[in-house]
């Protein structure tokens, strides 16, 4: 029955708006767990002390979920060509450009787990978005989703990796899918524009202390002077390393109502950005991922990079 689950699960997916869909055996990852070690030993994951906390179960699903048979990955597109008015000089990362993904993705892995749940197999489990100690690019790739590229991120042959990655784990046994081949090859795009070098030079570790991302969301203190001059006009993560990336030339526009920009933020002006108050701020990004930095953390951005 696990190749029929299987199907009847990804037409549900598609249904839902999700580009792939995944299955993988819950059970540890032992090919990542050094590769974790390593990265933690040397504070690559900067400020996000979180990171250390909860080893085991990054790597075992069943230390998560009692009794997890599958894991199931998901691919929510988010890629736009739309972007920001060519006067701005500040940058927002397209991926939140519109609401708030966690709750986007959220909803829809909750009606796919209703579904299993009434329709194929009476399951248990935890769905996760990005919110628990998962490590999402891992387990896509275990369920041949794509490969983690140089920058760290999955891509997909066909599709590119303006993803965002999801889960169910559940204690339902399926069938389960295979690891593809890594094509980065020889090329480096991703580790020669990044402007802060945050990329390991052999590519696929990035240290978040230098990662643009980091610093301009995750980062609590000041942005070390360090940076000045090299953030590319970005206030609120970083496109760069996906841009580059010549499997993004398959990349297709999302058709996600939620995701899509307010004008307002579309037309502001570097002036407009300069002068942001609370009362605009708020009014522009609630419910939007850029309210994760507040008020004051977003114009700490604006001011080290306007300078």
Not at 194 to 202: G, K, S
Not at 233 to 254: L, M, S, T
Request: charged residues 30%; negative net charge.
């Amino acid at each position: 029955m696990g190749r029929s689950y299987n199907k009847l699960i990804k037409e549900r997916a598609k249904e839902l708006g999700f580009s792939e869909i995944g299955f993988s055996k819950a059970e540890k990852l032992t090919e990542e767990e050094e590769r974790l070690k390593v990265w933690l030993d040397k504070g690559f994951n900067a400020g996000m002390a979180y990171m250390n906390n909860h080893f085991e179960k990054r790597l075992d699903p069943t230390e998560l979920v009692p009794g997890a048979k599958t894991v199931i990955s998901l691919m929510y597109n988010y890629h736009t060509e739309l972007s920001q008015n060519n006067e701005s000089i500040f940058k927002v990362s397209k991926y939140a450009y519109g609401r708030d993904y966690h709750k986007v993705v959220k909803n829809k892995l909750k009606k796919l787990f209703k579904y299993i749940n009434d329709e194929i197999h009476p399951v248990s489990g935890r769905i996760f978005v990005d919110s628990a100690p998962v490590l999402e690019g891992a387990w896509a790739r275990k369920a041949g989703l794509g490969w983690i590229g140089k920058n760290s991120l999955l891509i997909n042959p066909k599709k590119g990796s303006y993803f965002f990655l999801s889960e169910l784990v559940i204690d339902l046994e399926l069938d389960y899918d295979s690891p593809i081949s890594d094509y980065c090859g020889k090329c480096t795009k991703c580790i020669d524009a990044c402007p802060t070098n945050a990329i390991h030079p052999d590519g696929y570790i990035v240290d978040a202390n230098s990662c643009i991302s980091f610093l301009t969301i995750e980062n609590k203190e000041e942005i070390p002077e360090e940076f000045k001059n090299r953030m590319e006009d970005y206030i609120f993560g970083c496109d760069i390393c996906q841009e580059v990336c010549p499997w993004n030339r398959f990349a297709k526009e999302h058709d996600e109502p939620d995701f899509a920009p307010k004008k307002e933020f579309l037309d502001m002006t570097a002036r407009d950005w300069i002068e942001l108050n609370e009362t605009k701020f708020e009014k522009l990004f609630f419910g939007t991922p850029v309210a994760r930095t507040k008020f004051e953390g977003l114009k700490r951005n604006i001011e080290f990079v306007g300078k």
